[in-house]
């Protein structure tokens, strides 16, 4: 019999939503491309069928928040020719990050019933933090042309071309108007990776960072500019407390404003 050729496609899921994992399943019309293009050889969204390693392309979804996570991206790393983080969990902690700015102890007696049940890590931290990565894509969720791109280019062999700038510069691609020029609206579309398109300023409403930060970022200027608009340093501190509030960048800007607020505190997170 002869030998099956077509390199193996796994994806392996950490703390996450499972949404970046059905944005493959949501390329409709592509779907079957790449399934023809590719061995699923782990994917349990789409398939209870496992295929044992080692894997061409892995696709790794979630944030490592257990001790168990933090050995498994491990083993996972060694069976993968090339890993792919895919998501704001997966590359900046997700929103299970705000967990890393405070007592994780305490939010478990107040959420669950039983918390010496509970088995976790005080931190979310992005996939990078732990193993290599190859590349990573960001978003929350992640944009599916951005996901066919990047299987395209490996499984052509060439680098995948995925934008590098700001959510800014799609804006002006897309001939929108600026809601933060023309209305005042908050935006975080100056310090946002590019890779929506600029979904939300098309319909009229600000950025709030879903992708995380883009390569360069003047949060210091966007400050001045956010704080012009009426916000307020706990406004601003918000807007970088969602998704990607585990992205030093983010980060950063958030404990600027925090210094602001509270003086004496801001070494508290
Ligand atoms: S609407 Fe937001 S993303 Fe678009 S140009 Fe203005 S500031 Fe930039
Ligand atoms: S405009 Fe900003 S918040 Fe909206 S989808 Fe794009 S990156 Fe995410």
Known sequence: MAKEKRPKLA????????????SLLDCEDELLL?????????????????????????????SITTAHDAERIQKIRKESRVLVTIGACATAGGVQALRNLRDVKEFASIVYARPEYIDTLATSTAIAAHVKVDYELRGCPIDKKQLLEVLSALLAGRKPSIATSSVCEECKKRGNTCVMVAHGT????????????????????????????????????LEKALLATGKTHEEIMRL???????????????????????PRESGRG
């Open 11 to 22: 994806v392996f899921k950490f703390a996450s939503c499972d949404g970046c994992q059905l």
């Open 34 to 62: 790449v399934a023809s293009a590719v061995r699923i050889a782990n994917f349990a969204e789409a398939s209870s069928a496992v295929l044992r390693g080692p894997y061409d392309v892995s696709l790794v979804e979630g």
């Open 186 to 221: 908050a935006c975080l579309g100056p310090v946002t990776h590019a890779g929506c398109g600029a979904l939300c300023p098309t319909y009229h409403r600000g950025c709030y960072g879903c992708f995380g930060p883009a390569e360069t970022t003047n949060t210091a200027s």
């Open 240 to 262: 970088y407390s969602t998704f990607n509030v585990g992205a030093p960048e983010f980060d950063k800007a958030r404990r600027e404003q925090l210094v602001q607020i509270r």
